[in-house]
């Protein structure tokens, strides 16, 4: 709960009847769920003239450990690779990529996308974009400091109440967090150029998903050998 002082002290008694009525961890049944879907590079068929085209991998499974740099360079690359291949030079609406840091999955996504196959083959040539960059000091602070601005963004009480709540739930504590921010704030050229090994999974081993027109997604499959498993929408 977030709210001020007053306001927690007047409902603090509900909120322990309301916590003794829960049952004990011993009458809740777990259920089993396997939050993977199978992997196979599926295409959603569906009346449109742009695409929407995503690829992912899990960075873990191929033994990436975890660093504060990875911040970094997952937004560097939406506003530099992405944004120029993907959405100015590929007419794209939008152009971007996501490393959720809990699950370990790094996913490419193209919004409002005339093209298919060559979206992919650019979220394919991140690895070398990485191996290839050059930027100077200036380029970097400002990409260190843009992703401190996410990590440490302001809030309001009751968003600091969620991601006190989320952080508890996943076991984050205080000291991983300030971890993180050294490592964010210690990020080097260097760093870019070593995750490039780690993205490559996305590249080797990722699952292609799209939400394409049919003329697409056959043109996909003839270039490359059935390479989508097609459900129509209804």
């Excluded at 068929?45 to 970094?72: E, H, W």
């Excluded at 560097?76 to 959720?100: E, K, M, P, Q």
């Excluded at 984050?172 to 704030?185: A, D, K, M, S, V």
Aim: with cysteine; charged share 25%.
């Amino acid at each position: 709960m977030t709210a001020d002082g007053k306001t927690l002290s007047n409902t603090g008694k509900f909120v322990g009847k309301f916590l003794d009525l829960l049952p004990s961890k011993s009458l809740v049944e777990r259920a089993s769920w396997n939050v993977r879907l199978p992997s196979n590079n599926e295409a959603i068929v569906i009346p449109t003239q742009v695409n929407y085209v995503g690829k992912a991998a899990n960075l873990y499974d191929r033994g990436y450990q975890l660093s504060g740099s990875a911040y970094v360079i997952s937004k560097h690359i939406s506003n530099t690779w992405l944004w120029d291949r993907v959405r100015v030079s590929g007419g794209a609406y939008g152009g971007f990529c996501n490393f959720d840091t809990h699950s370990g999955v790094f996913t490419f996504l193209s919004y409002r996308d005339p093209n298919l196959l060559k979206t992919l083959d650019i979220y394919d040539g991140t690895g070398d974009f990485l191996r290839e960059l050059k930027m100077d000091d200036d380029t970097l602070t400002k990409a260190i400091i843009g992703t401190i601005g996410d990590v440490d963004a302001y809030q309001l009480p009751d968003a600091k109440g969620y991601s006190s709540l989320v952080r508890y739930l996943l076991g984050i504590t205080e000291e991983e967090r300030q971890r993180r921010r050294e490592e964010i704030l210690s990020t080097s050229l260097k760093d870019f150029k070593e995750f490039a090994d780690a993205i490559d999974a996305v590249k080797d081993n990722g699952v292609a998903v799209a939400v394409a027109s049919p003329d697409d997604v056959e043109t996909a499959n003839k270039e490359r050998l059935n390479f989508f498993q097609v459900k129509k929408a209804l």
